[in-house]
């Protein structure tokens, strides 16, 4: 069984760029959840997604973070503008229907 | 709102058990989970169990709950240089939508 897949594995960018990343559930997976890792720090949720509609985005940044999953199925995650401080790993994970969740390897972003 | 703790190391000498500890704050805690995160890698599950129980076995892996005390460990028998890795305690609150909240990690050491 294929599992999550996360691109890009790295970017750096400048501050005040935008970035987008993306994420491909298991298949099958209804759930699918992003987080933020800040280096030394267990990953924080962002948002989370029960099919294609929002179940909890309260932490979501979202004067600058965007995420959407139109088809169910894979998602994307856009910061616009990046400020230093979202220099972490982004993580993606899908969940199924016991509720444990299956990471990605993650997109390090390097803001400079 | 959750507090998830864990102590920062752990060196431990390759053929001995390593024993990692968390305390958590929320009593409605449904499941409690530990992953592995090796170096620029996603984080992989390697166990959970439910709050209604209190020890699980799983080949090297012993996961020993008390619930009265929020304290949750992970006992690795005749650990190995490849179980050389960051280890997250996660739970699951009773309320919200199978969020996970992480401790800070701990990493463990193996000495050959």
């Known amino acids: 069984e294929a599992g999550v897949a996360q691109s890009p594995r790295y970017k750096i960018i400048e501050k005040r760029q935008s970035v987008a990343f993306w994420c491909n559930p298991i298949?099958?997976?209804?759930?699918l959840y992003w987080y933020q890792q800040i280096l030394g720090q267990g990953p924080k949720l962002l948002i989370q997604?029960?099919?294609?509609?929002?179940?909890?985005d309260s932490q979501l940044p979202k004067d600058r973070f965007s995420a959407e999953r139109l088809k169910g199925v894979d998602s994307t995650l856009k910061i616009q503008p990046a400020k230093l401080e979202d220099s972490a790993v982004y993580l993606c994970?899908?969940?199924?229907?016991?509720?444990?969740?299956?990471f990605g390897p993650g997109t390090r972003l390097t803001v400079t | 709102g959750e507090d998830v703790e864990q102590s920062l190391f752990l060196s431990v000498r390759e053929g001995d058990s390593s024993v990692i500890n968390c305390t958590y704050t929320?009593?409605?805690?449904?499941?409690l989970y530990w992953y592995k995160q090796e170096p620029g890698a996603g984080l992989q599950l390697l166990t959970y169990?439910?709050?209604?129980?209190d020890m699980k076995q799983d080949q090297r892996l012993t996961v020993l709950l008390n619930k009265k005390d929020k304290h949750l460990s992970l006992r690795i028998a005749d650990t190995q240089t490849g179980d050389s890795a960051i280890y997250f305690c996660?739970?699951?609150?009773?309320?919200?939508?199978?969020?996970?909240?992480f401790g800070t990690g701990t990493r463990l050491t193996v000495i050959p």
């Open positions: 994970a899908s969940g199924g229907r016991g509720g444990e969740q299956y």
């Open positions: 298949s099958g997976h209804a759930t």
């Open positions: 997604f029960q099919n294609n509609g929002v179940v909890d």
């Open positions: 929320d009593s409605s805690s449904t499941y």
């Open positions: 169990i439910f709050s209604n129980m």
């Open positions: 996660a739970e699951s609150p009773l309320t919200g939508a199978n969020n996970l909240f």
